[in-house]
């Protein structure tokens, strides 16, 4: 079978691709006066310091106002290229307008996480129960590292499809200029801009979470504590596929909503730690996932991934980024990721296969000293 990117044989991916968000985690404080940066010769606009001062932890507000600049410059330059930082601006000059639509939701209910009318008995049965048995007794696993389970009723699959349209239709008629997902998806919603946060929020936290603790479980004691939801659309209009990239999560949810379509299969070749995101993928690490409304996958933001086109019909999926700060900034320091990228592991039987042929041959030397 042809393979979309790469061949699995060692060739490099060009175009492998960070997806990523920007979106700020805080509230803006809609009390607070940001202070004037229009004097200062800087490479943001200043408009972008005094939108962003909005969304400054409470503590930050009193520093002065070099400090703060630099803490929000900081945050600029590490985490939003030139197209992200424009759509960052417009995302907070929309930030006000869309709680209104927050107010007057089409299903207010979705606001609040019921778990027997959003979830099906079976995942509810397996968290409930929070084993790695009663999870491993819901999953399949269509390739290492990547965990299919049933999840949502149709009911809510619903729901929420009807949702996101309203969504679209209500951005229309206001002319917005809508906040697109991420980088990589021009359709779709951000669920967490539209009042569903505080509901996603505990779906990460009490749904999600002891799952991911035994799937994987070199996040296992940093709790996943922000997410990016969004809902993202593929069909002849819309989307069609999506290139080969690795999330800006940790862990990454990803349920199927509806509504029909052919198509739009996952691809996964294997988990990479940055360092090594462009490195080839062994043959084991090839694998498919083919979407089922309802259904949903879990898998590391850094399994690298892409969708196949969607050749005909609709279908609308949601995702969410899964992330742990505190597992991030561990990370920083951590030079050997072996217990999860593929890379890192290949490398390091690699250096003890030769570390043993080495002593093997020293041994040998020796013997065939003593017993000359
Ligand atoms: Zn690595």
């Given at each position: 079978m042809a393979l979309p990117t790469g061949n699995g044989n060692g060739v490099l991916f060009p175009a492998m691709l960070q997806v990523t968000s920007s979106r700020l985690r805080l509230s803006p404080n809609s009390e607070h006066k940001p202070e004037a940066y229009d004097d200062l010769k800087l490479e943001f606009s200043p408009l972008l310091f005094s939108s962003l001062e909005r969304y400054l932890p409470p503590a930050m507000l009193n520093l002065s106002r070099d400090a703060k600049i630099q803490f929000m410059r900081d945050i600029l330059v590490r985490y939003f290229p030139e197209a992200e930082r424009t759509r960052l601006f417009f995302s907070f000059q929309l930030s006000h307008l869309l709680y209104t639509y927050m107010l007057q939701?089409?299903?207010?209910?979705?606001?609040?996480?019921?778990e027997t009318k959003f979830f099906v008995p079976s995942f509810l049965q397996a968290v409930n129960a929070g084993t790695e048995e009663s999870f491993r007794n819901i999953i399949i696993e269509p390739t290492p590292g990547v965990y299919s389970f049933e999840m949502l009723q149709p009911n809510f699959c619903e729901m929420l499809i009807s949702e996101v349209e309203n969504i679209e239709t209500w951005v229309h008629d206001k002319k917005f200029k809508i906040m697109r997902p991420n980088t990589m998806n021009k359709y779709g919603a951000v669920l967490d801009d539209f009042g569903l946060e505080p509901m996603l929020n505990k779906l990460m936290d009490i749904y999600l979470r002891p799952m991911a603790k035994v799937f994987f479980p070199e996040i296992n004691k940093l709790a996943l504590d922000s997410h990016h939801g969004f809902i993202v659309e593929y069909g002849a209009d819309k989307d069609v596929e999506l290139g080969f990239h690795v999330d800006d999560s940790e862990v990454t949810l990803n349920v199927c909503l509806g509504k029909e379509f052919f198509g739009g299969e996952l691809y996964f070749r294997g988990v990479r730690c940055d360092k090594h995101v462009n490195t080839g993928t062994h043959q084991e690490e090839v694998g498919y996932y083919s979407h089922i409304p309802g259904r949903a996958v879990l898998h590391r933001g850094r399994h690298r991934h892409g969708a196949r086109a969607t050749t005909s019909g609709e279908r609308l999926n949601l995702i969410m980024w899964c992330r742990s700060s505190a597992y991030r900034e561990l990370k920083r320091y951590q030079t050997d990721f072996s217990s999860w990228c593929g890379e890192c592991l290949r490398r390091k039987k690699e250096r003890q296969h030769r570390a043993v042929a080495a002593t093997k041959m020293e041994l040998l030397k020796r013997d065939g000293i003593s017993t000359s």
């Amino acid at each position: 079978m042809a393979l979309p990117t790469g061949n699995g044989n060692g060739v490099l991916f060009p175009a492998m691709l960070q997806v990523t968000s920007s979106r700020l985690r805080l509230s803006p404080n809609s009390e607070h006066k940001p202070e004037a940066y229009d004097d200062l010769k800087l490479e943001f606009s200043p408009l972008l310091f005094s939108s962003l001062e909005r969304y400054l932890p409470p503590a930050m507000l009193n520093l002065s106002r070099d400090a703060k600049i630099q803490f929000m410059r900081d945050i600029l330059v590490r985490y939003f290229p030139e197209a992200e930082r424009t759509r960052l601006f417009f995302s907070f000059q929309l930030s006000h307008l869309l709680y209104t639509y927050m107010l007057q939701p089409l299903y207010k209910e979705l606001q609040t996480l019921d778990e027997t009318k959003f979830f099906v008995p079976s995942f509810l049965q397996a968290v409930n129960a929070g084993t790695e048995e009663s999870f491993r007794n819901i999953i399949i696993e269509p390739t290492p590292g990547v965990y299919s389970f049933e999840m949502l009723q149709p009911n809510f699959c619903e729901m929420l499809i009807s949702e996101v349209e309203n969504i679209e239709t209500w951005v229309h008629d206001k002319k917005f200029k809508i906040m697109r997902p991420n980088t990589m998806n021009k359709y779709g919603a951000v669920l967490d801009d539209f009042g569903l946060e505080p509901m996603l929020n505990k779906l990460m936290d009490i749904y999600l979470r002891p799952m991911a603790k035994v799937f994987f479980p070199e996040i296992n004691k940093l709790a996943l504590d922000s997410h990016h939801g969004f809902i993202v659309e593929y069909g002849a209009d819309k989307d069609v596929e999506l290139g080969f990239h690795v999330d800006d999560s940790e862990v990454t949810l990803n349920v199927c909503l509806g509504k029909e379509f052919f198509g739009g299969e996952l691809y996964f070749r294997g988990v990479r730690c940055d360092k090594h995101v462009n490195t080839g993928t062994h043959q084991e690490e090839v694998g498919y996932y083919s979407h089922i409304p309802g259904r949903a996958v879990l898998h590391r933001g850094r399994h690298r991934h892409g969708a196949r086109a969607t050749t005909s019909g609709e279908r609308l999926n949601l995702i969410m980024w899964c992330r742990s700060s505190a597992y991030r900034e561990l990370k920083r320091y951590q030079t050997d990721f072996s217990s999860w990228c593929g890379e890192c592991l290949r490398r390091k039987k690699e250096r003890q296969h030769r570390a043993v042929a080495a002593t093997k041959m020293e041994l040998l030397k020796r013997d065939g000293i003593s017993t000359s």
